[in-house]
T-cell receptor, first 115, second 114 residues
Framework: AQKVTQAQTEISVVEKEDVTLDCVYE???????LFWYKQPPSGELVFLIR??????QNEISGRYSWNFQKSTSSFNFTITASQVVDSAVYFC????????????FGEGTQLTVNP | ETGVTQTPRHLVMGMTNKKSLKCEQH?????MYWYKQSAKKPLELMFV???????ENNSVPSRFSPECPNSSHLFLHLHTLQPEDSALYLC?????????????FGSGTRLTVV
């Protein structure tokens, strides 16, 4: 069975603060892919990043960084120096190699960045 | 036009109406999906189509009827809906094995059943 848990339902920060969104996953596959998506108020889910299970290198893209740790089955997402435009719902998702194209999503974390 | 386009963006319908949601992609993808996103709930996968064939139906009530005439178009036909069906309906596309690259989503249709 595959499962994604985002324990933080809502997070509120003040602009310029750093914020980390947690994601914990469960899978029995050895090959799998993890994703983060951003959903702004407009509704469209925007792809942010993909990691495969064999690549544990952390990644940084501008103010965004991702920490993948297989030992704890976590794929956390950090926004540095948050901005009001970062306010959105963020989803973590998992695709198992044995599940075809099916993506399993977490419940999402609503991030609000206040000026 | 690029990406995944969904129409209409907003829809209000009565419980006895029949309406259809449309999704279109020109990304060359061969897999398309319908998701339902209700308030305070996770995204629920409804249907999966691969190469125009339905490969997954997650126990969706028959008042939702999908149609995939070709790999670029996906419809969701609605009839005799209930108020609890009010939600954001998202369409997505990908390569059938997703290639590890995940999905491309449309902006969704916000449906209100009155």
């Amino acid at each position: 069975a595959q499962k994604v848990t985002q324990a933080q339902t809502e997070i509120s920060v003040v602009e310029k603060e750093d914020v980390t969104l947690d994601c914990v996953y469960e899978t029995r596959d050895t090959t799998y892919y993890l994703f983060w998506y951003k959903q702004p108020p407009s509704g469209e889910l925007v792809f942010l990043i993909r990691r495969n299970s064999f690549d544990e290198q952390n990644e940084i893209s501008g103010r965004y960084s991702w920490n993948f740790q297989k030992s704890t089955s976590s794929f956390n997402f950090t926004i540095t120096a948050s901005q009001v435009v970062d306010s959105a719902v963020y989803f973590c998702a998992l695709r198992q190699e044995t599940s075809g194209s099916r993506l399993t999503f977490g419940e999402g974390t609503q991030l609000t960045v206040n000026p | 036009e690029t990406g995944v386009t969904q129409t209409p963006r907003h829809l209000v319908m009565g419980m006895t109406n029949k309406k259809s949601l449309k999704c279109e992609q020109h990304l060359g993808h061969n897999a398309m999906y319908w998701y339902k996103q209700s308030a305070k709930k996770p995204l629920e996968l409804m249907f999966v189509y691969n190469f125009k064939e339905q490969t997954e139906n997650n126990s969706v009530p028959s008042r939702f009827s999908p149609e995939c005439p070709n790999s670029s178009h996906l419809f969701l036909h609605l009839h005799t809906l209930q108020p609890e069906d009010s939600a954001l309906y998202l369409c997505a596309s990908s390569q059938p094995d997703a290639g590890g690259y995940g999905y491309t989503f449309g902006s969704g249709t916000r449906l209100t059943v009155v």
